[in-house]
């Protein structure tokens, strides 16, 4: 006979766990019960231990029933099973929480009744919800909110994604109240939200734009054609004062106030301004100005720009319409500021150093005041000695040149005989020239100076010779130059305070020499350049170091190889020479009156030790030396114009300092 499990292995099975789900619940309870007995008599304090696994939910809350003291009544929907593991002992109301969190998580809710609790489904709590009390925070509870300052619709768009399906929100628009059934903890959650937007808003701000010209009413209509004004805000219209009333966002206030500024424009009204112009050239700025405003192929239609610059008292005279003579003026006003100037200083120096030497031995034999044989030489510089013998013998002085010279003669009475001439010379001649031009100029304007003599210079000549051999009317044709130092220069000051400079610089000096042609012949050192230098630098535009050497040297073959004697028949002339130039430039800035009174002061006394250093030393004898120096003592820069007002000794002593210059008064 087989038993009812081999029968029947599905219904022992069920049997089986429904067995085991019992002892698991019987088991919660003993423990629960045994933990309450040790704890008797402080019900607040008693703990509690749950190991549910699958247990029925009505016997859950049966246990919690028993645990908190509190009765409920189970709506016939409500079933499931629960698993709480709770290894660690809790308190009573720790395992209300714990049967709160069961019944949300079942979709249950609990409503509050007098003398018992009703646990239902959350779908049919609004229909059975009474107002329940704020100790539930997961029970069910219909609350109405009040709304005060922000609109209900707004409310409620924020409001409405935060409630549960089961949640039920009921606007009053007419009372701006909110009528909302949820769960007691989201609703605080909720009403401590609302209370936060429902803050009173701060008035939009109100401006006024009062009109010149257009009609504030005109204005408003086109405002409104163009929609402008956004919901909450507002544009009216005072037609007492001509003024439009703007409430709204700054970004709504200044859409209006372009437009306003656009349309209250009168048009094509020429007005007229003088401006005195300070520094600037009116003319120049005349011709910027109007290439700057006028436009090509006659576009614009407003009325006409023009300025006439008054050359006597450096005006300008202004004509345009209202609406851009304000912009003229102010471009007119940048335009003329005080230009900088530049201080350009040159340092020219040149130094040359030549050097000769010549040692030569001459003799020979003389028959009827003739040389008939013997040793002559031609050097540079020197007399040969036929030379000094046809000298002698028309009886002239002749000329022996400079250096060492040795001459003898042993002649008879007829005058024949033999001479000799020793000649030997070392020469060095060295030439230093330190030149110092400054120039101040304007910043883009070209400057020039020109420290030289004018030399004339023969070009041509033209004569006729008469039958009598004499000449009739001579005629020459004459071209004068100037001979010394000429230093052009152009500066341009950048922003960032470096000067670009166009240069020219020259130096010439006569060298006291005359060409084969005729006329004398002349140096020469230019330099032409463009350069780029900081404000206040040194910079080197040109340089020549010139080293040479020469030498010429006359012998008698063969002769002049003897030992001893061989110097007799040789003829030797060296020389030698060298030349240094440099040309340096520095520009300086000049911004300000100060800094123009600070650099004269110090170029004034530089030039005032110079003059002092030239100047010859007055020993007090006839004739007397009178003051050469520049009468400048570093205090008054006006010394030197009052020069010719002052006392003679005061002028040597140059003590007391120099009076200013003197003054009438319009009475005496």
Same mark, same amino acid.
């Given at each position: 006979?087989?038993?009812?499990?081999?029968?029947?292995?599905?219904?022992?099975?069920?049997?089986?766990?429904?067995?085991?789900?019992?002892?698991?619940?019987?088991?919660?309870?003993?423990?629960?019960?045994?933990?309450?007995?040790?704890?008797?008599?402080?019900?607040?304090?008693?703990?509690?231990?749950?190991?549910?696994?699958?247990?029925?939910?009505?016997?859950?809350?049966?246990?919690?029933?028993?645990?908190?003291?509190?009765?409920?009544?189970?709506?016939?929907?409500?079933?499931?099973?629960?698993?709480?593991?709770?290894?660690?002992?809790?308190?009573?109301?720790?395992?209300?929480?714990?049967?709160?969190?069961?019944?949300?998580?079942?979709?249950?809710?609990?409503?509050?009744?007098?003398?018992?609790?009703?646990?239902?489904?959350?779908?049919?709590?609004?229909?059975?919800?009474?107002?329940?009390?704020?100790?539930?925070?997961?029970?069910?509870?219909?609350?109405?909110?009040?709304?005060?300052?922000?609109?209900?619709?707004?409310?409620?768009?924020?409001?409405?994604?935060?409630?549960?399906?089961?949640?039920?929100?009921?606007?009053?628009?007419?009372?701006?109240? /909110?009528? %909302? @059934?949820?769960?007691? *903890?989201?609703?605080? &959650?909720?009403?401590? !939200?609302?209370?936060? +937007? $429902?803050?009173? =808003?701060?008035?939009?701000?109100?401006?006024?734009?009062?009109?010149?010209?257009?009609?504030?009413?005109?204005?408003?209509?086109?405002?409104?054609?163009?929609?402008?004004?956004?919901?909450?805000?507002?544009?009216?219209?005072?037609?007492?004062?001509?003024? /439009?009333? %703007? @409430?709204?966002?700054? *970004?709504?206030?200044? &859409?209006?106030?372009? !437009?306003?500024?656009? +349309? $209250?424009?009168? =048009?094509?009204?020429?007005?007229?301004?003088?401006?005195?112009?300070?520094?600037?050239?009116?003319?120049?700025?005349?011709?910027?100005?109007?290439?700057?405003?006028?436009?090509?192929?006659?576009?614009?239609?407003?009325?006409?720009?023009?300025?006439?610059?008054?050359?006597?008292?450096?005006?300008?005279?202004?004509?345009?319409?209202?609406?851009?003579?304000?912009?003229?003026?102010?471009?007119? =006003?940048?335009?003329?500021?005080?230009?900088?100037?530049?201080?350009?200083?040159?340092?020219?120096?040149?130094?040359?150093?030549?050097?000769?030497?010549?040692?030569?031995?001459?003799?020979?034999?003389?028959?009827?005041?003739?040389?008939?044989?013997?040793?002559?030489?031609?050097?540079?510089?020197?007399?040969?000695?036929?030379?000094?013998?046809?000298?002698?013998?028309?009886?002239?002085?002749?000329?022996?040149?400079?250096?060492?010279?040795?001459?003898?003669?042993?002649?008879?009475?007829?005058?024949?005989?033999?001479?000799?001439?020793?000649?030997?010379?070392?020469?060095?001649?060295?030439?230093?020239?330190?030149?110092?031009?400054?120039?101040?100029?304007?910043?883009?304007?070209?400057?020039?100076?020109?420290?030289?003599?004018?030399?004339?210079?023969?070009?041509?000549?033209?004569?006729?010779?008469?039958?009598?051999?004499?000449?009739?009317?001579?005629?020459?044709?004459?071209?004068?130059?100037?001979?010394?130092?000429?230093?052009?220069?152009?500066?341009?000051?950048?922003?960032?305070?470096?000067?670009?400079?166009?240069?020219?610089?020259?130096?010439?000096?006569?060298?006291?020499?005359?060409?084969?042609?005729?006329?004398?012949?002349?140096?020469?050192?230019?330099?032409?350049?463009?350069?780029?230098?900081?404000?206040?630098?040194?910079?080197?535009?040109?340089?020549?170091?010139?080293?040479?050497?020469?030498?010429?040297?006359?012998?008698?073959?063969?002769?002049?190889?003897?030992?001893?004697?061989?110097?007799?028949?040789?003829?030797?002339?060296?020389?030698?020479?060298?030349?240094?130039?440099?040309?340096?430039?520095?520009?300086?800035?000049?911004?300000?009156?100060?800094?123009?009174?600070?650099?004269?002061?110090?170029?004034?006394?530089?030039?005032?030790?110079?003059?002092?250093?030239?100047?010859?030393?007055?020993?007090?004898?006839?004739?007397?030396?009178?003051?050469?120096?520049?009468?400048?003592?570093?205090?008054?820069?006006?010394?030197?114009?009052?020069?010719?007002?002052?006392?003679?000794?005061?002028?040597?002593?140059?003590?007391?300092?120099?009076?200013?210059?003197?003054?009438?008064?319009?009475?005496?």
């Amino acid at each position: 006979m087989k038993s009812l499990a081999e029968t029947h292995p599905v219904q022992v099975a069920s049997v089986q766990a429904t067995v085991a789900r019992i002892l698991r619940l019987w088991l919660g309870r003993l423990v629960f019960c045994l933990t309450l007995s040790l704890f008797w008599g402080q019900p607040i304090q008693a703990q509690v231990t749950l190991d549910l696994r699958d247990a029925e939910l009505r016997n859950f809350v049966e246990i919690v029933s028993e645990a908190t003291g509190r009765s409920f009544v189970l709506d016939p929907g409500v079933r499931g099973t629960v698993t709480v593991l709770a290894p660690d002992q809790m308190s009573p109301q720790d395992l209300f929480e714990v049967f709160l969190s069961v019944l949300e998580l079942n979709r249950l809710t609990l409503i509050e009744g007098a003398g018992a609790d009703r646990i239902v489904p959350m779908n049919v709590a609004r229909e059975l919800s009474t107002g329940g009390s704020a100790g539930l925070p997961s029970g069910f509870e219909t609350r109405v909110i009040p709304v005060k300052e922000i609109p209900l619709q707004e409310v409620i768009e924020v409001v409405r994604p935060l409630l549960p399906a089961e949640a039920v929100m009921t606007p009053v628009p007419g009372a701006k109240r /909110l009528i %909302i @059934s949820d769960r007691s *903890a989201n609703l605080n &959650r909720i009403t401590r !939200l609302i209370e936060r +937007l $429902d803050q009173p =808003r701060a008035a939009p701000p109100i401006e006024i734009l009062r009109l010149q010209n257009a009609n504030a009413a005109d204005v408003l209509q086109v405002v409104q054609s163009m929609d402008l004004i956004p919901a909450g805000s507002s544009v009216s219209v005072d037609r007492r004062s001509n003024a /439009l009333l %703007i @409430s709204g966002s700054e *970004a709504l206030r200044h &859409r209006v106030r372009l !437009l306003v500024d656009e +349309l $209250d424009t009168q =048009r094509n009204t020429v007005v007229s301004r003088t401006v005195p112009l300070n520094y600037a050239d009116a003319a120049s700025i005349a011709d910027v100005v109007m290439r700057t405003l006028n436009t090509d192929g006659g576009s614009d239609v407003r009325a006409p720009v023009r300025i006439v610059p008054e050359l006597q008292t450096n005006t300008l005279l202004i004509s345009a319409p209202q609406e851009r003579i304000a912009d003229i003026v102010q471009m007119v =006003r940048y335009l003329d500021q005080r230009p900088t100037q530049v201080l350009v200083e040159a340092v020219i120096f040149e130094m040359s150093v030549e050097g000769l030497s010549d040692l030569s031995v001459q003799f020979g034999a003389v028959l009827n005041n003739a040389l008939v044989g013997g040793a002559q030489f031609d050097l540079p510089g020197r007399s040969s000695l036929t030379n000094l013998i046809s000298s002698v013998s028309s009886g002239t002085t002749p000329a022996l040149g400079s250096g060492g010279v040795f001459g003898g003669a042993k002649r008879n009475d007829s005058g024949d005989g033999i001479v000799g001439l020793l000649t030997a010379i070392a020469s060095v001649n060295s030439t230093r020239l330190l030149s110092t031009p400054s120039i101040l100029t304007l910043n883009n304007q070209e400057a020039e100076i020109v420290v030289a003599q004018n030399v004339p210079f023969v070009t041509g000549s033209y004569s006729t010779v008469s039958d009598g051999s004499s000449v009739d009317n001579p005629f020459q044709t004459i071209e004068r130059q100037d001979v010394g130092l000429t230093l052009n220069v152009t500066p341009q000051i950048n922003a960032d305070r470096t000067v670009r400079m166009v240069i020219k610089q020259e130096v010439s000096n006569l060298t006291n020499t005359t060409a084969s042609s005729g006329g004398e012949i002349t140096s020469r050192r230019s330099l032409s350049t463009t350069a780029l230098v900081r404000d206040g630098n040194v910079i080197m535009l040109g340089g020549l170091l010139e080293n040479g050497s020469g030498g010429v040297s006359q012998k008698v073959p063969g002769l002049a190889e003897l030992p001893l004697v061989g110097g007799l028949f040789r003829g030797k002339n060296a020389n030698s020479n060298q030349r240094v130039l440099l040309v340096l430039l520095r520009p300086q800035g000049v911004s300000s009156e100060a800094e123009a009174k600070r650099i004269t002061r110090q170029l004034s006394r530089k030039a005032q030790n110079v003059s002092a250093a030239i100047t010859p030393v007055d020993d007090g004898k006839f004739p007397r030396n009178q003051l050469g120096a520049l009468p400048f003592d570093g205090a008054d820069l006006n010394q030197p114009f009052d020069a010719g007002f002052i006392d003679d000794v005061a002028q040597r002593r140059n003590f007391p300092p120099l009076p200013s210059r003197l003054r009438f008064g319009s009475g005496n």
